[in-house]
């Protein structure tokens, strides 16, 4: 299911060639806002370089994870929501209800937050 840059909405916000609020990026990682926030903070962190989803990493992304959870304790100190509290969440699949198939963490925080998630 890999799509080239063209195909690629994520690709292409990495690209500039698609709107986004970009809040923090590095070489490797990017972090936007979500267009259709479901909670006060809602910014999806993301790689730069496609890979379709969690079930597709592997050792070789070691380092880049490493540095996309840096970015994400960063964002969420930014978004002042780091006290209050925080979630991050990668849907894998259709089925759990990933859309875009370019591997992105939604992290949440500014409201509380049920368990399990629906
Ligand atoms: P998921 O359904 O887990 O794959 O998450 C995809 C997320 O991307 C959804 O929450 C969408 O609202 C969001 N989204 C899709 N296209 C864009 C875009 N162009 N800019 C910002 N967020 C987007």
């Known amino acids: 299911m890999t799509e080239g840059l063209s195909g690629c909405v994520f690709c292409r916000i990495v690209a500039g060639e698609a709107p986004a ?3 923090h990026e590095t070489d490797r990682i990017i972090a936007f806002r979500d267009r259709n926030p479901r909670a006060p903070v809602h910014v999806l962190v993301a ?3 496609h890979v379709d989803s969690a079930a597709e990493i592997g050792p070789e992304h070691g380092d880049m994870l490493a540095e996309l959870f840096v970015v994400a304790a960063h ?3 930014a978004e002042r929501v780091a006290e209050s509290g925080w979630r991050m969440v990668t849907n894998t ?3 759990a209800g990933q859309s875009v198939f370019h591997l992105h963490f939604h992290l949440m925080g500014g409201r509380s937050m049920g368990w399990p998630p629906g």
């Open 21 to 23: 609020e970009i809040v």
């Open 93 to 95: 699949g259709p089925g």
């Open 47 to 49: 790689p730069k370089d």
């Open 75 to 77: 964002v969420a100190r």
